[in-house]
């Protein structure tokens, strides 16, 4: 016998009609986990020294600083070989060629010239490609369009995973201002409406808290108009805004710490991915240097995994190993407890963790994300979960 309510059917209506436009409205602001891979990495270089043999050069000088000072790094030798074969095939994931503070002021000229020959060098070479061009604060507003508008001229169709940087936010009408150049940069260049998409660096402290005291993060992002892919934070720029010296400054300064978890909090659930920033202690010089900067390094990069930050900047080709070995290890180390978990939640089977369908999405996208950078290979997970990457992809996303 069907068990009765006794609540009349226009209650339900009434309620369901109350709530549509707030239902459109978190459909629309937090739409999960985006489809697609996450690079583990930003390599940032200076548009002056960028040319189409860039990559090639990148690889060359890690290959030779793994193979002079591997064993520092400390690795498992099945790690140290995936650091090696991910060096000789993808050393660099996202590139961005920086036109902001790692290019300075040669004047207009000098800056056209850099646009289009950068443009025309452009190549393939790695999977995302980008540039950062210069902020939409009052003195440099106009250069910054300028770079933008000569560089997509040269370069015609961008490749897939071209990403745009806005740098040192410190009004959120300069998001949404960028947001409509972008999209007149689309019609002047007859480019896909919608296809420029843009991060934005959080690296001033009015980037986190607005001058009326509201948390300006969230607000940055409803201004992108859809357009924010990430936001990137800024270690350096950001921990000298906020008066601490220059020795202290650190990916790990408990001021770092709060506004990243403030980046959290603002994009959960929003589809805008997050990156922390870099370490400027360079692995170059004698063994020692390099060892001891290669230590740093690793830490440092295990600490953002481990606290949901899954991508980062590298400033050297020297950084390259010790980021693939960290990023690597922390796959490796967590691949068999999130795949038996996985597995148990799949298959309803109790065992030790009773996990959420929200845990479930997690679990299933950390398998994700280390199948994407080569952390760990598609066959070890099939045999550990029983999931091909189909299923995983449905777990991440919570489609049924």
């Known amino acids: 016998m069907e068990a ?21 409205r978190v459909a629309a602001q937090y739409p999960g986990e985006p489809a697609g891979r996450q690079p583990v990495h930003t390599v940032y270089v200076p548009a002056h020294r960028y040319h189409v043999g860039l990559v090639a050069e990148w690889q060359e000088q890690a290959l030779a600083v793994l193979a002079e000072h591997g064993d520092a790094l400390g690795a498992e030798p099945d ?49 995302f490609v980008g540039i950062r061009f210069k902020s939409f604060e ?13 560089f997509l001229g040269a370069l015609g169709d961008p ?25 007149e940069l689309e019609k002047a260049h007859g480019l896909a409406s919608g296809s420029l998409q843009f991060e934005v660096q959080i690296e001033t402290a009015q980037s986190v808290l607005a001058a009326d005291g509201t948390v300006a993060l969230p607000r940055i992002v ?26 202290y400054q650190s990916m790990d300064h408990p001021a770092a710490d709060f506004a990243k978890q403030f980046m959290q909090l603002a994009t959960a659930g929003t589809g805008v991915r997050l990156s ?19 230590a740093e390094h690793l830490r440092l990069v295990r600490r ?4 949901g930050f899954y991508q980062g900047w590298d400033l050297h080709p020297h950084q390259l190993p010790s980021r693939f070995a960290a990023t690597y290890a922390f796959f490796r180390d967590g691949l068999p407890a999130a795949a038996g978990r996985l597995r148990d939640y799949v298959r309803r089977t109790e065992g030790g963790v009773l996990d959420e369908p929200a845990t479930a999405s997690a679990l299933a996208t950390y398998l994700l994300r280390g199948l994407d950078c080569g952390a760990v290979d598609h066959a070890e997970v099939a045999t550990l979960t029983g999931l091909d990457r189909a299923a995983l992809d449905r777990l991440a996303r919570r489609l049924p």
């Open 222 to 247: 409803r201004a992108a108009d859809g357009r924010c892919s990430g936001l990137h934070f800024g270690t350096y720029d950001y921990s000298a805004a906020l008066g601490i010296s220059g020795a």
């Open 304 to 307: 953002s995994l481990e606290r």
């Open 79 to 127: 790690v140290l070989e995936r650091v090696r074969a991910k060096l000789a095939e993808q050393p660099i994931e996202d590139l961005r060629i920086d036109f902001e503070d790692g290019y300075g002021h040669p004047g207009d000229d000098a800056e056209d010239a850099d646009a289009v020959r950068a443009a025309r060098e452009l190549g393939c070479a790695t999977p």
């Open 276 to 294: 922390d920033g870099s370490t400027n202690r360079l692995p170059v010089g004698d063994a020692d240097a390099v060892r001891g900067a290669w």
């Open 138 to 150: 009052a003195l440099t507003r106009h250069r910054g369009i300028r770079t933008l508008d000569l």
């Open 159 to 183: 490749p897939p995973g071209f990403v745009v940087t806005l740098p040192k936010v410190t009004a959120i009408e300069q998001v949404s201002a960028a947001a409509e150049v972008l999209g």
């Open 4 to 24: 009765a309510g006794r609540l009349p059917a226009d209650v339900y209506a009434r309620i369901d009609a109350r709530l549509a436009e707030a239902d459109a």
